[in-house]
């Protein structure tokens, strides 16, 4: 048996330690600190260190509920190894309740691995890389949607890495959509590094939706399992889980007049070629325009606000293959998709 280490930052958490802190990463107009609120839960046992992160966009607020529970939830004394929780990445934006960092609207998940001189998102970035990303070993980042728009459950992940793989697929979420992830993004970044992340997508921005938050601590729980930081086994095996390959045919399609949208899809995020996915009309109701799907896909993303411009997205779909269509329809018919859990 090896001895458990402690998780060091610029500070050190012994085995058998929970702290919660909070960590400077900034300063404002004022002087005073920016901080991100950071629990560290060392195990009594040895295992690998695996990090979380929420609200990287700052009004993305799922993950913030998930990351609360998480570090409420797990004890040094079941633990084999350490799990960090940075409950809020991007405080400036979570306190604005916007995306970016105010002011000059720089992406924080297009700053990774930052800069210790460079502008406010780089130095931000570079703190929360070098103090606790990459002393994990793992990495969960958890998003929603962008505002006005949802998204279908998901999880993005580098699948071409076994171990991010193996990481995706005990989360256990039934889309994984491969590929490699945004210079700059954290999911990249650390892969690249050589420390397996995946990125996960739940629902709306500004909201708690607590079916996917649930949802998401099953997967927490799983990979905890499958990493052996938790007796037993990985709980959370879905129905059915497919891996969308970069390759396959996705789009945005967008509106090419302005009006009133009328979303038309069914309950589930399953359409079939031609299927109507939206109408939009003018304030008359005149003019109707249908928007009809390209081709037989999932439903990852569909906007939320109701009016359109032309250019305005309105519903991101991605091509699925006859296997997987087949395994999708199976579960609606067994009514995995009634209550709207994906949305
Ligand atoms: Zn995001």
């Not at 993004?185 to 909201?207: C, F, K, N, Q």
């Not at 250019?311 to 579960?331: A, K, N, Q």
Request: aromatic share 6%; glycine share 8%; hydrophobic share 35%.
């Amino acid at each position: 048996m090896t001895a458990p280490e402690p998780f060091r930052y610029d500070a050190e958490v012994q085995p058998g330690e929970i702290r919660h802190l909070r960590y400077e990463v900034g300063e404002t107009y004022l002087g005073d600190p920016v901080e991100i609120p950071v629990t560290v839960i060392v195990g009594e046992h040895a295992g690998p260190t695996v990090g979380m992160t929420a609200a990287i966009h700052g009004d993305e607020l799922n993950g913030v509920k998930v990351l609360q529970e998480v570090a409420d939830t797990y004890r040094p004394a079941e633990l084999h190894g350490t799990v960090v929780c940075l409950h809020v990445c991007n405080v400036p934006g979570y306190l604005a309740q916007q995306r970016y960092l105010p002011i000059y609207d720089q992406d924080l998940n297009r700053s990774f691995p930052g800069k210790e001189r460079s502008n406010t998102a780089e130095r931000m970035a570079n703190v929360i890389y070098r103090r606790f990303v990459s002393n994990c070993d793992l990495l969960l980042d958890f998003h929603t949607s962008t505002r006005n728009r949802t998204t279908m459950y998901h999880v993005r992940a580098n699948t071409a890495d076994p171990e991010v793989r193996r990481l995706a697929r005990a989360f256990g979420a039934n889309v994984i959509l491969a590929g490699a992830g945004d210079t700059g993004s954290l999911r990249r970044t650390a892969t690249d590094a050589g420390i397996p992340a995946i990125t996960v997508e739940m629902g709306r921005a500004h909201r708690f939706q607590p079916a996917l938050i649930d949802r998401a601590l099953e997967g927490v729980r799983s990979v905890l399992a499958e990493f052996e930081l938790l007796p037993g086994e990985p709980v959370t095996w879905p129905g059915w889980s497919r891996v969308i390959d970069e390759a396959r045919e996705k789009t945005w399609l967008r509106a090419d007049r302005g009006g009133l949208v009328e979303m038309q899809y069914g309950q589930h995020p399953l359409v079939h070629a031609d299927d109507t996915i939206c109408t939009i009309t003018d304030h008359f109701k005149r003019g109707e325009r249908r928007v009809a799907a390209p081709f037989t896909g999932l439903i990852v993303g569909v906007l939320q606000n109701p009016v359109a411009a032309p250019g305005h997205p309105l519903c991101h779909l991605v091509s699925v293959d006859d296997d997987t269509r087949r395994e999708i329809e199976r579960e609606i018919e067994a009514g995995e998709f009634t209550e709207r859990p994906w949305a």
